[in-house]
């Protein structure tokens, strides 16, 4: 009874208000056979014995104790210890919801600063509160285009070079809606970039969107400006998502090149991979839109006395309005991690961003020269990259390779062949600030030697 906040005298006082004998009593109305049977636990431990038990377990985990060079939507970038010392502070990691602003002024004023980064990180109007994490994120971005065009376009196209998980999102919201969802996947260029042609191909049927990635799922740089030009033409809107803030550090920001909504993963600002997971999505658009906007929005007011203060200004989800009119059954978000992405981007600033960008992008043009001359492998796309790589094995599955390095501590990159069969022979390879030169020889040695 340790951590039960019930005594057993409480609980037989309980039973006995109620007028049942025991807590089995309270699921008789469930049909024996679709009952949980009791589970086979082992016998209780006092806390050393179980401490030291979860510490024999915890030791059974397989671990990038040397080296991780996967990306693809994750990236391990350095975080302070002082991002978890400030989360830790109680009236951040206690708080929970933001709608009744007398009481939750800290809430609501980390909410708010966290929007104004995400603004100025893509150059956009508004920001919301956050999301689940960037597909999630891109597939609202896809139902608010849809909302936008008011019923007389529900076609979208989605680039061929994006996040084969975003794509795949997006088509299971869009089947929730329509029984045949009317979603075409464009071309890949040999530089590994939306093909523009394929683009041109699909805009017949007034499409709504257009969703690229910036950079895309290969980490290639693709071409806004010019798709953007494509989408509009037509009378759609141009969406983005970034699963790697750090890119922006040292690209143009997607709303100053055309964007309309532009969505991304905020979790290399924020937390470590920790196994995929939790992220935080970000999603920003254009002041006209707002009220199509998922999710929850805070805003900047006065109170009766003049003083500043922070209020929940939108919230269209279901349990506010009535559903018919809802922008998104989406619940929540991702409060804690938002906050840890604007404790993080606080603390690096304006200069200290483009520094690790800097950096990132060093290490990755030093680990392209040495594929290049590296024997058995090739790069296949040519298009600018900022941090990550797709490398290609000439001969060979890169399954097996990757495999046989992670059983010596380095984890190479992501198998691309587990989404498509046409890139069995290729990885994705992604450098942070936290990899040095000598972290880089000894994947190009590995590689080599594989």
Known sequence: MRYLPHTEAEVREMLEAIGVSSIDDLFAPIPAPLRSKPL????????AALMAHLERLADKNEAAKDLSFLGAGMYDHHIPPAVDQLLLRSEFYTAYTPYQGEVSQGTLQAIFEFQT???ELFDMEVANASMYDAASATAEAVLMARRIAKGKRNKVILSGALHPHAIDTVRTY???????PNMVVTGVTA???TDLDSVKDALAGEPAALVVGYPNFFGCVEDLEALGAAIHDAGGLLVTQTS???????LQAPGTAGADICVGEGQALAVPPQFGGPGVGLFACRQKFVRQMPGRLVGETVDETG?????????????????????SNICT???LIALAFAIRTAMLGRSGFEQAGKTCLRAAAYLETKLKDLDGYELPYGAPTFNEVVVRRKAGKAA???????????????DLGQFSDAWDHDFLVAVTEKHSKEDIDRLVDALASA
Do not use: W
């Open 117 to 119: 980064m995400v603004c």
């Open 307 to 327: 003083k500043r203060c922070f209020v929940l200004t939108l919230s269209t989800r279901e349990q506010h309005i009535r559903r018919d009119r809802a922008t």
């Open 400 to 414: 097996p390779m990757l495999a046989a390095l992670a059983a010596q501590g380095i984890l190479a990159g992501v």
């Open 174 to 180: 869009l089947k929730g809606l329509d029984d045949e």
């Open 333 to 335: 978000n991702h409060g």
């Open 244 to 250: 790697e803030p750090y890119a922006l550090s040292m």
């Open 191 to 193: 530089d590994g970039l």
């Open 40 to 47: 086979d636990l082992e016998p209780a431990l006092d806390e």
